[in-house]
């Protein structure tokens, strides 16, 4: 059986995955689903210094606190900040590093910094005190590819409701890498774009998708929208056991 620690990405906590841990704990897993600081439960924590840092520290110690090892370390969307930072930190506790509709970051990169100039604009004209940043219209996600489709009227509702804002530190703090998790074995599970069409950008040479051709990664696919453990939660389940048994 494997160990799971899954990480989700902006205004989620570990709630988010509540409809994937529990296949996975049903088959045997052990499976820790994370709230980083400044979200959901851990939203008093947020300070004027809860940035890319300060997630990264805490997933870094979460893994070591608890002597987590042979981990496959997931992450939804901008959860790659933290987990970008803590397989690069603590390798030899990391079986695979998983990418769910995401991808790995470069040293010295933003969040924000990849983001379309007039995306990024929009999401900036909302900030809160300059310290916070809401939940965006779902017509404002899916202009840069972060559909909800898939998820029912109920969903969200549900993930309007619990959503909390995302500390902005994390949008403008670069991330900083040493190259620790270079060659773990790593995969990514494309959800808003077929598996078809990211093969060809790798073999394009597309920048942010050249590396994902290298022989440490493998690719797998769930068609949805961006945020599939409220979309099809069981059929991303599956696909992390079948990266788990991999090795």
């Known amino acids: 059986m494997s160990t799971f620690v899954l ?20 088959a045997g897993h052990t499976v820790h689903a994370v709230t980083l600081p400044g979200l959901a439960e851990r939203a008093g924590e947020a300070t004027a210094d809860t940035g890319a840092e300060a997630q990264i520290a805490d997933l870094t110690e979460l893994l070591v606190r ?48 990849l983001w379309d100039p007039a995306y990024r604009a929009t999401l900036e004209a909302t900030l809160v005190d300059g310290r916070w940043l809401p939940l965006p219209s779902w017509e404002v996600l899916g202009s840069d590819g972060a559909s909800v489709e898939g998820i029912d009227e109920a969903g969200l509702a549900r993930f309007r409701e619990r959503a909390t804002a995302q500390p902005a530190g994390t949008l ?45 990664w493998e690719l797998r696919e769930v068609l949805t929208g961006h945020w599939p453990m409220f979309s099809r939660p069981a059929e991303t389940a599956a696909a992390l056991a079948e990266l788990a048994e991999l090795g």
Request: glycine letters at 12%; charged letters at 20%.
């Open 66 to 113: 608890e002597d987590l090892r042979d981990v496959v370390l997931v992450a939804h969307s901008g959860g790659t900040i933290a987990v970008s930072g803590a397989a690069d930190r603590v390798p030899d506790r990391i079986r695979r590093v998983v990418y769910l509709d995401s991808g790995p970051l470069a040293d010295g990169v933003t969040i924000a910094g």
């Open 172 to 216: 403008y703090e670069p991330v900083r890498l040493t190259g620790g998790a270079d060659k773990l074995p790593k995969a990514l599970i494309s959800c808003t774009m077929p598996l078809a069409q990211v093969r060809e950008m790798i073999a394009a040479g597309h920048p942010y998708f050249a590396a994902l051709g290298g022989a440490e």
């Open 7 to 26: 990480v989700p990405g902006f205004w989620l906590g570990g709630w988010a995955w509540e409809a994937v841990a529990e296949p996975l704990r049903a």
